[in-house]
DNA sequence: CCGAAAAGTGTTGTATTTACACTTTATAAT
DNA sequence: ATTATAAAGTGTAAATACAACACTTTTCGG
C-alpha cells in the first residue's frame, strides 16, 4: 500500500459544531437559540451551528461560529461532546461536535443576533430543537452543572463586577435549587479569589450591596481554570 | 441555494476514533498499546484506532476498532474527546475522537493482540505515543477517574467474582493513593448491589477471601451506570 | 420620620469522613 | 500434632464538613 493510499481508501464526513449558548438573565438560565429563517428545517427552531472549514481547527470552528451570532470572541467555550449517529441529520451525513459557551447576557451583538433570527429562550421554555439538538442541550447542561460545582465558571455568566445576591441567585439557576444565603456567603468568603472591588451597586436596593470580581490570577494560582 | 448545496459547499474530512484500552493487573492499571509494524508511523507507539466507515456510527467505530484487537465486543466504552487540531496527523487532516474501554484483562484474545503487535503496558511505563496520543490517555484517564469516584464503573476491569482485597487495590490503582482498609469495606458494605456470591477465592491465600459480584439490577434501581 | 426592601451577619446540631491495630482462619512446614 | 505464616476480616472515637436556622442594619422614598 503506498503511503498516501493510507487515508484515502476511507470515506470522509462533514464536520460540524453546534454551540449550547448560555446566558443568565432575571434568575433564570437562558440559551441563544435559532428559529431558522433558512434551510434545512426552515422555521424550527436550532442551535447555532456551523461546518468546519480547512484551515480551522474544531476550537476555532466553534469559537467563529459563537463569534458570528454573538459577535463575541473571548468566551468560555468548552467541548462537550461528539454526535455521530447515522441518521442524525437527515440530510446527509454529519458528525456534529456540542460546545457550550458562557455569555454576559449585557454584552451580545444585538444586530447580528437579530440578523440571525435568534433568540434567548429561558431554559425551562426551551422548545422542540431540530436532530438531536434537544439532546445536546440536555449534555451540555448537565456538563456545565458539574463543572460549575468544581471550579467557578459561571462567573463567567456575569458581568466583571457582582454581587453576592447575583452570584447567589446564578448558582441557584446552575443547580436548580435554593441555597441558604449565610452558609453561600460563608463559603463565598473562604475563596480568595472573589474578592470585594471596593465599589457599591445601588440600583437592586436602597442599602446597596458590595460589589465583588473574580480574580483569575489568585485562582490560577490555586489550580487551573 | 439549491438544498444540496447546503452541505455540499463545506469540506468534508476524515474521522478516526482512538481507543484508550485500560486492565488492570498486578495491582496497576495498564494499557494495550500498538508497536506500529505498519505505516505511518512505523516502528513507534500508538493506541489502537481506526476511520470511521459509512454506515457505522461513531460510537459503532469505536467498537469495531476495540473488537478488531482484543475480540471483545461488550466492554464498558464512553466517549473522551474529539481532537480537531490541524497539524495532529501529519499526513492528512483527521478528526479523531477518543474513547476508553474497561478490559478484564483475562478475557482478550491472545491471538488478536498478537497479531496486532499490541502489548500490555502498565501505565506509569507508558512509552511516547505518536501524535497526539499522549494527550488522549491523559484526558482519558482523568475521565475514568472522574466516573470511578462517581460509579462502579472500575469493575469492569475485574472478573465477574472478586474479592474486597482485589477490589480495593483496584481503587488503589485507579485513584493513585492508598486506602484505609476498614473505612473501604465499610463503604462497600454500605453498597447493597455489591453482594457476597457466597464463593470463596483461596488461591490468594489460606485462610480464603469471600468473593463478591455486581448486580446490575440493584445499581439501576438506584441511577443510571 | 416612618415604612419598605434588600443586604448582611453566627451559632449549634448533625452527618460524614478519617485515623487507627488487633484477631481470625486455614494451610504448609516441621 | 504443633507451630509459623500470611492474608482476611473487624469497631470505635475524634475531627471535619455540612445543614438548619432568624434577626439586625442600612438607605431612600413617601
Same mark, same amino acid.
Given at each position: 500500500?503506498?503511503?498516501?493510499? =493510507?487515508?484515502?481508501?476511507?470515506?470522509?464526513?462533514?464536520?460540524?459544531?453546534?454551540?449550547?449558548?448560555? %446566558?443568565?438573565?432575571?434568575?433564570?438560565?437562558?440559551?441563544?437559540?435559532?428559529?431558522?429563517?433558512?434551510?434545512?428545517?426552515?422555521?424550527?427552531?436550532?442551535?447555532?451551528?456551523?461546518?468546519?472549514?480547512? %484551515?480551522?481547527?474544531?476550537?476555532?470552528?466553534?469559537?467563529?461560529?459563537?463569534?458570528?451570532?454573538?459577535?463575541?470572541?473571548?468566551?468560555?467555550?468548552?467541548?462537550?461532546?461528539? &454526535?455521530?449517529?447515522?441518521?442524525?441529520?437527515?440530510? !446527509?451525513?454529519?458528525?456534529?461536535?456540542?460546545? &457550550?459557551?458562557?455569555?454576559?447576557?449585557? +454584552? =451580545?451583538?444585538?444586530?447580528?443576533?437579530?440578523?440571525?433570527?435568534?433568540?434567548?429562550?429561558?431554559?425551562?421554555?426551551?422548545?422542540?430543537?431540530?436532530?438531536?439538538?434537544?439532546?445536546?442541550?440536555?449534555?451540555?447542561?448537565?456538563?456545565?452543572? &458539574?463543572?460549575?460545582?468544581?471550579?467557578?465558571?459561571?462567573?463567567?455568566?456575569?458581568?466583571?463586577?457582582?454581587?453576592?445576591?447575583?452570584?447567589?441567585?446564578? =448558582? !441557584?439557576?446552575?443547580? #436548580?435549587?435554593?441555597?441558604?444565603? $449565610?452558609?453561600? $456567603?460563608?463559603?463565598?468568603?473562604?475563596?480568595?479569589?472573589? !474578592?470585594?472591588? #471596593?465599589?457599591?451597586?445601588?440600583?437592586?436596593?436602597?442599602?446597596?450591596?458590595?460589589?465583588?470580581?473574580?480574580?483569575?490570577? +489568585?485562582?490560577? #494560582?490555586?489550580?487551573?481554570?
Amino acid at each position: 500500500m503506498p503511503p498516501e493510499a =493510507y487515508y484515502s481508501i476511507h470515506p470522509k464526513f462533514h464536520s460540524a459544531v453546534d454551540c449550547i449558548i448560555f %446566558g443568565f438573565d432575571e434568575g433564570e438560565l437562558s440559551l441563544l437559540l435559532l428559529q431558522r429563517n433558512f434551510e434545512p428545517a426552515k422555521g424550527q427552531w436550532s442551535l447555532m451551528g456551523g461546518f468546519v472549514q480547512e %484551515g480551522e481547527s474544531l476550537d476555532d470552528a466553534a469559537r467563529r461560529v459563537v463569534e458570528e451570532l454573538t459577535g463575541l470572541d473571548d468566551l468560555y467555550m468548552r467541548q462537550v461532546h461528539t &454526535y455521530g449517529d447515522l441518521g442524525r441529520d437527515p440530510g !446527509e451525513r454529519v458528525l456534529s461536535t456540542a460546545y &457550550y459557551a458562557l455569555v454576559d447576557i449585557k +454584552k =451580545y451583538d444585538r444586530q447580528l443576533v437579530k440578523a440571525h433570527n435568534a433568540h434567548w429562550v429561558k431554559l425551562p421554555d426551551t422548545p422542540h430543537l431540530i436532530f438531536d439538538h434537544d439532546r445536546m442541550v440536555k449534555d451540555a447542561l448537565r456538563f456545565m452543572r &458539574y463543572q460549575a460545582t468544581v471550579k467557578p465558571v459561571g462567573i463567567n455568566l456575569l458581568p466583571e463586577e457582582f454581587t453576592l445576591t447575583q452570584l447567589q441567585a446564578l =448558582y !441557584e439557576a446552575i443547580l #436548580g435549587e435554593p441555597i441558604d444565603k $449565610r452558609n453561600f $456567603r460563608k463559603r463565598i468568603a473562604a475563596m480568595d479569589y472573589i !474578592e470585594k472591588t #471596593g465599589g457599591i451597586d445601588k440600583t437592586l436596593s436602597r442599602k446597596g450591596a458590595a460589589l465583588y470580581r473574580f480574580n483569575r490570577d +489568585k485562582y490560577d #494560582g490555586n489550580f487551573k481554570i
